[in-house]
């Protein structure tokens, strides 16, 4: 990307499941749908592979002050949660996601308290991507 003139942050850890990483992309005054073009282009040659070799073949876990503060805010939403540190998928329940695409109760309550927790706990993450 740089070659091509962008430039990009320094890749953080995502706190939820400690592997994959996060950064952010810098046009630096280019055309945002030639941005792209040129994004997926360089992740596809040398990024997607190396990225999905390493996350499956990696121990994923929450990072614990971010667990403990999603767990600690859970308990005064009125949900039970596991004391052992895990995924965010541990925190939510069986069912997350209806049959109707809508979240469980838990899941939003979740999902509320890591996107708060996490902007709190890590100030220089660049975003926080919740799924299910």
């Known amino acids: 990307m740089e070659e091509k003139g962008y430039s990009l942050s320094e890749p953080q850890t995502n706190p939820l499941n400690g592997v994959t990483y996060s950064f952010v992309l810098k046009l630096n005054g280019r055309i945002p749908q030639k941005a792209a073009a040129d ?4 992740k596809e040659e040398h990024w ?23 767990k ?7 949900f039970e949660s596991p004391s052992n540190p ?26 509320s308290c890591v996107e708060e927790n996490a902007l ?3 100030p220089k993450l660049a975003a926080v991507d919740v799924s299910f």
């Open 39 to 42: 994004y997926s282009a360089c």
């Open 48 to 70: 997607s592979m190396v990225a999905a070799v390493f996350e499956n073949t990696s121990k994923k876990a929450m990072d614990s002050p971010l667990w403990s503060a999603t």
């Open 72 to 78: 600690d805010c859970l308990a005064a939403a009125g």
């Open 86 to 111: 895990g995924l965010l998928v541990d925190l939510v329940g069986e069912k997350p996601v209806g049959g109707d695409g809508v979240l469980s109760p838990q899941a939003k309550a979740a999902t």
């Open 120 to 122: 709190k706990l890590y």
